[in-house]
């Protein structure tokens, strides 16, 4: 679904800036899901002070820091999405560069009034495009899933965010940087670019 919301982005007035994280907890029950990253899973155990301790599960959908629900649910995940765009958003500039040394980037946000809002943290994430997976085991075990907007890497409030492993495509990278508050965990700015 992630792919499909990329692609056609269906909610008039909303770029939707899809992130697919793949939780580890899954990992011991016999296959390995090779996206799988702890730094999502922390984020989505962090959540839970959002949501509350028994909003963790498997497919969810946070939907702009402040909404979460079935991630299979489409129609639910675009009404999400319209709402989530009727809030007020700041606008955010984003540059990143694939160099020998690793990814640099730099979002810079204009027009943030100080007065009245929470403290803001920088989230940099590296997602990848076109993955396919064999399920080996579980209740997807002999399916092959095709996934878009994979997440590599997380970073907070970095410039440089390492190195490349050769693994990754570097034709289908990009670069997603988001405003977070650090109380309720709302994003109030998005943006992504390509990686080149």
Known sequence: MLIKLAKDQPVPGVQIIPLGMHVTYWDQLGWRDPASLQAATDRQQDYRRVFGADRMYTPQAVIDGQDELVGSDE??????????GKKPHFKMRL??????????????????PMHGHEPLRTVFV?????????????ENGGRTLRHGAVVRRIAVGKQLLGPVPEHWRRDRLNLTAFEQGEKTGRIYAAATVPLK
């Open 126 to 138: 590296v997602t990848e495009d076109g993955i396919t997976t064999v399920v080996k085991r579980g």
């Open 95 to 112: 540059t990143a560069a694939l160099k020998p040394d690793g990814i640099y980037a730099t979002a810079t946000v204009e027009n943030v």
């Open 75 to 84: 129609a639910g995940v675009k009404r999400a999405v319209a709402e989530a």
